[in-house]
């Protein structure tokens, strides 16, 4: 059997779990996506972006009420310690390697474009004293790239544990593979260079927007104790986290994936014109994801195959 037919048959398995689950199940299922949704958007509301470590108190509730606390600990304790171990050693970055490059980013997207994309945008979208209801959407899709791919991956692990564990590798693989990129490729996004003077104006349009969302609200959280590193724009995990998610989620429910789709994109445009990443770091970024999801999908095919 070929690797693809070893792939198609593991994930027509999955899809028919989900055919096969009660009504019972699927209110369930409805009542935890609402309950991750409304809890995240309230947050967001408020200038507050729920880290790894709260997003696992938050759902830990609803182990609790399905009396599957054990069986989530075993398989979220050891996806959030790595994926705090992966923001640690992020923010280590400007000081092993202060290096940092501005020009790689800006001829590539000069040479596919003929302009920035990022200036473009900006110049023909933005409006400081006025914020736009895309400018809110833009930020919106920017804070929701990793709170989505967490909820998703809770919502695999509620129905199919086997692809949970999938998706888990998938996002350590992808974020791991990032952190050596930024250790030996620092790259600063457009606002920063900017700032730099290699740039025309480019506005910081996330912070200035969220000026206009309601009061932060302060949740305790150990990733307060890290450091920041502004420059690990190349990949963006922005563009690679959500189509990593889209991949997975896609093969469960196909019927979702035009939704999918659009989120996708919408994020990526949403990064380029709110001035973070620029073309070259998003097209990097999917690059890695796809790159990730291979690995896990057909890996234990080549292994099986090999037997």
Sequence with gaps: ???SDHVREARRTARERWTKLSSY???IFAAVLAYVALTAAYLLWHRTFLSPDQFFVLVLLVSVLLGRVRAF????LPLVVLLFGYEYVRGLVPVINSRVHFQTMIAFDRTVFGTLP???????????????????AAVICYLSHFIVPLGAAFLLWLQDRKMFREFAAGILILSYAAYLTY????????????QAGLLPKVDRILGNTLLQFRDPISLPTVYAALGVNMVAAVPSLHAAYPLLTAL?????APKLLPLLAGYVF?????VIYLGEHYVFDVAAGILYALLAYALVVYWPAIKAIRR
């Design 248 to 252: 997975f989620v896609g093969e469960k």
């Design 1 to 3: 059997m070929r690797i």
């Design 25 to 27: 199940d699927k209110t």
């Design 118 to 136: 990022t200036i473009a945008l900006q110049s023909r979208f933005y409006h400081p004293d006025d914020p736009a209801w895309y400018d809110y």
């Design 183 to 194: 250790l030996i490729f620092p790259a600063a996004p457009p606002w920063l260079a900017a």
């Design 73 to 76: 600990l075993w398989d979220w």
């Design 266 to 270: 919408s994020i990526w445009i949403a």
